[in-house]
Every structure is written in C-alpha cells, then in structure tokens.
C-alpha cells in the first residue's frame, strides 16, 4: 500500500481539508494529478471532492484546467478573531518600522514548528525576498522563529528537533547542539537573528512580543539584504516597537477590548 494512503483520514471534512492544505505557499495552481499525489486520495474521490469544494467557492479552476484556492478563503481567513485584532494593533509599528528602514518587516506567530508570517510590509525599495503573508518557514532558520524556540516552553524545541532541522541554505544551523548554543545566545540578547539562514543574501532580526503573563505570543522583524542591514543597529528600534506593541495589547485586554484565551488574541 502506497505510504500517503496508509494515513488518508476517512472523514469527508478531513478529506476535504487535506485538499485544501496541499497548496504550497508558491502553488498558484495544482493539476487533479498533483493533489492526488501529495494527499493520498484516489483521483476519482479527489475529482469528487474538488467538485464539491468549488460548489462551496473554496476552490475555482485554473486557466491550465487545474485548481486554485479561491478568494473566498482569503476573505474567511479574515473573519479569524486572532488574526484581524493583532494585526491590526500590529500594522502601525510594523509601517513605522517601514518607513524607518525601507525594508521588508513582518508580524509572525508559530505554528508548530514553523514561523508563520501573519503580515508583511515592504515596498519598492525593499530586498525582493520570498516571504508572503500567510507562508511559513520552519523556525529554527528564521529569527522570529528562535525567539519561539528560544522563549517558548522546551516541548517546542524538542518538536523541531525531533522534526528535523532542515537545511535552506549553506549557514543554516542543522545540528540540535550548534541551536541550543544559538538559541542561549538569543535569550541573553533579547532578540533572534537570522544570518542568511533561510535565504542565501538574506538577514534578518526579531523582537518578542509578550502578553501580560510574559508568554511570547508573536515577533515583529526587520528582513533585507546582508550587505545592506546592519542587524545590531536596527535591534533597539524592533526591540522598542515590540515592546510598545506589547503594552498596547496588554492595555486593551485590560480594557476588555481584546482577551487572551490559551494565547489566542480574540475580538
């Protein structure tokens, strides 16, 4: 029996969800084929499937006879409560940042063991770099991600560990000994660093973002090019702009307008 079918789920939701999450962060468009192959599905009950989805309008077909994800999950994912209220207490720091440096600066929350970008700003003049809004990148190769690992209860470091530390470029740190040292490093200057760790050319630094219990719960950064961030200047400004985001978040769940629930920010 073939490995991806062995752990097909049976439910018709979970099938269906399975489709949806074969989309890669660079997939504008996956063929019958393709998600057959990446979701262990049968093609005849992922056609049906995939019928049944772009009924629903979560799923629409390509312009090469294949499938996309529609607008319409764009729009749901906008409803998130979590989502919408920290960026959008977010996006005045995360633009001031901007306007500062020019480059490309994010919000990020972890996923399990990856990085994921809730938002980004950046403009034309900004180090072209493959991040979007919504993409991940496995945490132990971004600096919003060490802080996670570095902050974070040690079941998270032990899940990447376990998970495997993948290489994206020549300096990205793969073993579990050369992280922890890297990650000590990281607590004691109170930001992460990423030297072209990810991304060949690359640099980056991260700053915390804390709720009132000191439990990490996002990172905002600075990316752009090596030969252009000077990664030890920059840290005051992202580590002042975490901070002042920090308190602005306590402040509103003190006001009741925005709760913390098992670190979920809700509206």
Known sequence: MDEHRAV????????????????????????????????GLAKPTAHRLLAQLVAW??????????YRLSLSLFL??????????????????????YEATHENVHLAVQDGTDTLFLDKVSGR??????????SRLPAHCTATGKLFLALGPPEHLRRAVQAGLARLTPRTIITPGMLRADLARTLDRGYGLNREESETGV???????FDHRRRVIAAVSITGGSHRLDLERLAPAVRTAALSLSRELVRES?????????GRWTA
């Open 203 to 209: 640099t980056a630094v991260a700053a915390p973002i």
């Open 8 to 39: 097909v789920p049976k439910s018709v939701l979970a099938r269906g969800l399975l489709l949806l999450d074969a989309f890669g962060p660079s997939d504008a468009e996956l063929t019958l084929a393709e998600l057959s192959a990446r979701t």
């Open 57 to 66: 309008g979560g799923v629409e077909r390509g312009t090469r006879g294949g």
């Open 125 to 134: 003049r900004s180090t072209p770099i493959m991040s979007r809004v919504g």
């Open 76 to 97: 749901l994912g906008q409803r998130a409560p979590r989502q919408r209220s920290l960026r959008e207490a977010a996006l005045p720091y995360l633009e001031d940042l």
């Open 254 to 262: 003190t006001n009741g307008r925005l709760t913390l629930n098992g």
